[in-house]
């Protein structure tokens, strides 16, 4: 069965650094999507993504973070500049249209 | 954001019995709710979905009722099993593609 793959699967990195949190989608997946989730919180969603742009994103996407397909299987999550407060698990997710998501294992991001 | 509320942090049932767990939501905006299954170190795994054209949605043991008037949904499962023991989330769109999701809801199968 088709899934959604991330690596790496735990990223430890020093305020202020640059992460590249990686994805694989389903294949024939057209919607692509990042959240996240703070220990002990609710899942939020960051941002979407159709073809080759931005869709909608939220208000902790701020230009600290970045997203990218750079060929025609990988998506990409990038916080420029890590605060302490980016620690959570990251999920990538992908959609074939306006239905159900499905979600990757996810990234924890620990930032010290 | 409260939009998508899970009142119950956790349910605790008999292998064999059917679980409810129970969603609201307060934006009318929302058109499309899904239920999903979320394992420790895991990403959150798709169950069911429901449009808000429908009233309810059977998939095997799972079962999701909606009643739009109420602006609440349910999901049953029937019967279950030790296997089930996860955290529930229910989540909604409308309009877009982004899901708000509510806080969980831990079940526990007893064996």
């Known amino acids: 069965e088709p899934e959604v793959t991330q690596t790496p699967s735990h990223q430890v990195t020093q305020m202020g650094q640059e992460v590249i949190l990686r994805c694989v989608p389903i294949s024939n997946h057209l919607y692509f999507y990042w959240y996240r989730q703070i220990l002990g919180q609710k899942v939020e969603f960051l941002v979407s993504?159709?073809?080759?742009?931005?869709?909608?994103k939220s208000e902790i996407f701020d230009d600290q973070f970045s997203v990218e397909r750079p060929d025609g299987s990988n998506f990409t999550l990038k916080i420029r500049s890590t605060k302490l407060e980016d620690s959570a698990m990251y999920f990538c997710?992908?959609?074939?249209?306006?239905?159900?998501?499905?979600f990757g294992p996810g990234t924890r991001l620990t930032v010290l | 954001d409260q939009q998508v509320k899970q009142n119950s942090p956790s349910l605790s049932v008999q292998e064999g019995r059917i679980s409810i767990l129970n969603c609201d939501y307060t934006?009318?905006?929302?058109?499309?709710f899904l239920w999903y299954k979320k394992y420790p170190a895991e990403g959150p795994t798709f169950l069911i979905s429901?449009?808000?054209?429908?009233d309810k949605n059977e998939d095997g043991r799972f079962t999701v009722f909606l009643n739009k008037s109420a602006k609440h949904l349910s999901l049953h499962i029937v019967p279950s099993q030790p296997g089930d023991s996860a955290v529930y989330f229910c989540?909604?769109?409308?309009?877009?593609?982004?899901?708000?999701f509510g806080a969980g809801t831990i079940l526990r199968v007893k064996s």
């Open positions: 997710a992908s959609s074939g249209g306006v239905d159900e998501q499905f």
């Open positions: 989540a909604a769109s409308g309009g877009g593609n982004k899901l708000v």
């Open positions: 934006n009318s905006m929302f058109d499309y």
């Open positions: 429901i449009s808000s054209i429908k």
């Open positions: 993504f159709y073809n080759n742009e931005i869709s909608e």
